[in-house]
């Protein structure tokens, strides 16, 4: 499996766009690179999902170069309740696969 | 529809005990998977159940167990707890056989302390 690697933290402000970078050297033909998010004491939550180029939804974009070694989540104008921790990760697309995750990045968003 | 529910949300053993976590899926769900978070740590995969049979096992002992239901509800068992399965234990269901679209849907967790 695809290992990844992300800053450990970040610090924003609430309406500033915050874009967080993955890479992921070593991903396979089959990986997909998904995102999830976890606040405190909750389990964690799918954000997006993509393999190539550009995927956006009402939540976040993903940015994913020709190489897809690497990947950058962003999420436009931050607020406070965006404050967590956010996971990359990369596998292969295939509902019930495990999902592995690495330790994430702190988000920390600020008035 | 109904979310990922886990009881209890919290719990104490003491070394040695034995102890048993329980998820409910979400509807139409058949799938379970449980992973094992440390504080500060990303969850681990312990393992995954589809039709009541073990489908996936991640990097944890025997003493880590599990059972999946008819109505794909599960249990994890953990034996001869030690100090180190202190940790936020985590259920996620999902629908296998859906397609290209691998999103597990996480419960609150269940709090685990072992003194």
């Known amino acids: 499996l695809a290992k990844t690697t992300q800053p450990i933290s970040m610090d924003s402000y609430e309406g500033q766009e915050v874009n967080i970078t993955c890479s992921h050297n070593?991903?396979?033909?089959?990986?997909?690179i998904t995102w999830y998010q976890q606040f405190p004491s909750q389990g964690p939550r799918f954000i997006i999902q993509g393999y190539k180029t550009k995927v956006t939804n009402e939540v976040a974009s993903l940015f994913i170069p020709a190489d897809r070694k690497s990947s950058t989540l962003s999420l436009p104008r931050v607020s406070l309740s965006d404050t967590a921790v956010y996971y990359c990760l990369v596998g292969v697309n295939q509902a019930g696969t495990a999902l592995i995750f690495g330790k994430g990045t702190t988000l920390s968003v600020s008035s | 529809e109904t979310g990922v529910t886990q009881s209890p949300t919290h719990l104490i053993k003491t070394r040695g005990q034995q102890v048993t976590l329980r998820c409910s899926s979400q509807s139409g769900h058949n799938t379970v998977s449980w992973y094992q978070q440390a504080l500060g740590q990303g969850p681990q995969f312990i393992f995954q159940?589809?039709?009541?049979?073990?489908?996936g096992r991640g990097n944890f002992p025997p003493r880590f167990s599990g059972l999946q239901f008819p109505n794909y509800s599960s249990e994890l068992n953990v034996n001869a707890l030690e100090l180190d399965d202190s940790a936020l234990y985590l259920c996620a269901s999902s629908l296998a056989g859906q397609g290209p679209y691998n999103e597990q849907f996480f419960g609150p967790g269940t709090r685990l302390t072992v003194l």
């Open positions: 070593n991903i396979a033909t089959n990986d997909y």
């Open positions: 159940y589809y039709r009541e049979e073990e489908n």
